[in-house]
């Protein structure tokens, strides 16, 4: 039998990667995990952590706003854009060097530089050879930038957070989480931005009353919202650049910023020497314990065609590392999984949309409140709060939960728990709510609502 060098060599140092190489080497394992751009990867670098401290930045407007009518004078203001990046890059280089340090007291050798599959056990880095028990892709995903006519005028969500300057006039192309974000946090720091998407309202997959309720605030606030229409040519001018849309307008701006989904980042690792399988997306094809079609090699978070959330790839690396040096296999439940949109305001959600409970049972309820926040009783915001809750009628069982307002997941992960553990709709409302918060409707509502024609 070969002699390996390592039981264990992860490609990618993401959250999925390190946290399988932690749990891996404190189960006994010799691990090895290789990274090429930055420890932490897409969350740490450039998505979850800076975007949430851009949206923090992007809320201080509305807050020094609405302080007025609670008696707060808040002017003359202003913000500074070279310090938010600043302040942002010294967290993330503190964060980088926690991963690191987490690292390797755990063991772990850290390789940087790009490592390809030789064979199936069989790692190049760095002219370095390396033989290994399992093999981890941990990989992730990759913007996507379509072939759109002078696209290289435009930037993904990588560059977004490196910009030289605030862009006073903001065009976002696409309808998903990245853009309905970024579109928030522009118009937050005070530029005009237009956000346009193919569909008829964003963030599709999500419960259809959450987005269009979505929409409507994002209009409140003064996102123009260019539904239904798609980007044709971009060009350079005079005054910065110019999206042609496919109706013949135009849209002047200083920044494009196209965020029209990501890709599995697979490609130059030499998956196809080792025989991994991958799909039409380039997604890596694996069983419900994440392995291959390789059978000492396993793939977990963005590079597979799973759920393309951080805390799903944490969850799938600690499976992983507990599968091959635990005592016992170990999968993931991928049932009411809680997201959130980090939104103007906040989106959340768990379990199942109305569209889809009703495909899966015989018959639901569904219920549904809409109410401005007490906040805003002084603070003069024309703002609504949305929440809703879809029961499966023949169980009781809460079948889904979804809300559109502030602090939505915080709210969320609490009743995750609650769905997780199969609790039914009398459970909820013999819960005595916290008065007065957000978070008590999902106890009181008790209205069910009509049941529409089409169902």
């Not at 340090?101 to 064979?119: E, F, P, Y």
């Not at 190049?124 to 941990?138: E, F, H, K, T």
């Not at 193919?198 to 009353?209: A, E, N």
Request: proline share 4%.
């Amino acid at each position: 039998m070969a002699t390996h060098d390592f039981d264990l060599f992860v490609i990618g140092a993401g959250s999925g990667g390190v946290r399988a190489s932690r749990i891996a080497a404190s189960l006994g394992a010799r691990v090895a995990v290789a990274e090429e751009r930055y420890l932490g990867g897409t969350c740490v670098n450039v998505g979850c952590i800076p975007k949430k401290l851009f949206y923090y930045a992007s809320d201080f407007g509305e807050g020094f706003d609405d302080a007025a009518g609670f008696g707060w004078t808040s002017e003359p203001r202003s913000h500074n854009w070279k310090k938010l990046i600043e302040n942002k890059d010294r967290e993330i280089a503190r964060l980088n060097g926690v991963y690191e340090r987490l690292l390797k007291d755990s063991g772990v050798t850290i390789l940087d530089g790009r490592a390809q599959l030789l064979d199936a056990h069989t790692v190049a880095i760095n002219g370095m050879r390396y033989r290994a028990r399992y093999i981890l892709v941990a990989t992730g995903s990759w913007p996507v930038m379509p072939a759109t006519p002078g696209i290289e005028h435009a930037i993904s969500s990588n560059e977004a957070f490196h910009l030289d300057a605030m862009p006073q006039r903001a065009v976002l192309v696409g309808g998903g989480y990245i853009a309905v974000e970024f579109a928030g946090i522009f118009h937050g720091l005070g530029a005009h931005v237009t956000l346009v998407h193919r569909g008829p309202l964003p963030l599709t997959g999500f419960d259809y009353d959450l987005r269009a309720v979505l929409a409507d605030e994002m209009r409140k606030r003064g996102v123009n919202l260019r539904l239904n229409r798609t980007v044709e040519r971009i060009e350079k001018t005079a005054m910065g650049i110019r999206a042609t849309l496919m109706n013949g307008d135009t849209l002047d701006a200083d920044l494009i910023m196209y965020a029209t989904g990501r890709r599995p980042n697979t490609r130059g690792f030499g998956l196809e020497n080792a025989g991994v399988e991958v799909n039409s997306t380039g997604a890596v094809a694996v069983d419900e314990y994440s392995r291959t079609s390789v059978e000492n090699i396993y793939a977990i978070g963005d590079c597979t065609d799973r759920i393309m959330l951080t805390p799903v790839a944490i969850a799938e690396g600690n499976a992983v590392a507990q599968t091959l040096f635990g005592p016992r296999p170990m999968k993931i439940d991928y049932q009411n999984v809680p997201s959130t949109v980090f939104s103007h305001p906040n989106v959340s959600t768990v379990g199942l949309t109305e569209e889809a409970a009703r495909k899966r049972f015989a018959k639901i309820d569904v219920y549904k409140s809409s109410f401005r926040p007490l906040k805003h009783t002084l603070s003069g915001r024309d703002e609504k709060t949305f929440m809703k809750m879809v029961v499966d009628a023949a169980t009781e069982r809460v079948a889904g939960c979804h809300m559109v307002g502030p602090d939505a997941g915080e709210i969320m992960q609490g009743l995750a728990l609650a769905l997780r553990l199969g609790a039914k709709k009398s459970d909820f409302d013999a819960t005595i709510g916290i008065h007065p918060t957000a978070a008590e409707e999902f106890m009181t509502m008790r209205q069910k609502s009509p049941e529409p024609a089409s169902a």
